[in-house]
């Protein structure tokens, strides 16, 4: 059984940081490319940032420079980096991961990031 499970959300106030995490079992983590995603309240769902097998990262470009990406293989864990966060940050992250075929595409339940004075 596939499982991804985030920790690391919480309250923070605006110019602060904080690192999110993401374990992963049930996969071959070092297969795939991970990513992390965002729903602020009352919109979609949006890219924030991906590192591919290799360690090739990318991100959306309100975050560049201000959220970084990192995995460690050795602990299966994905992080997402958070600095100069904005009230505008604020939202449920996500994990997910996504191999090479179409049906291996994951997600955990997500942590919640709340950026407010």
């Known amino acids: 059984q596939v499982q991804l499970l985030e920790s690391g959300g919480g309250l923070v106030q605006p110019g602060g940081s904080l690192t999110l995490s993401c374990t992963a079992s049930?996969?071959?983590?070092?297969?795939?490319?991970m990513a992390w995603y965002r729903q602020a309240p009352g919109k979609e769902r949006g890219l924030v940032a991906t590192i591919s097998r290799t360690g090739t990262t990318k991100y959306e470009d309100s975050m560049k420079g201000r959220f970084t990406i990192s995995r460690d293989n050795a602990k299966n864990t994905v992080f997402l980096q958070m600095n100069n966060l904005q009230p505008e940050d604020t939202g449920v992250y996500y994990c997910n991961a996504n191999g090479v075929f179409a049906y291996e595409n994951y997600w955990g339940k997500g942590t919640l990031v709340t950026v407010s004075s």
């Open positions: 049930g996969i071959q983590f070092s297969s795939y490319t």
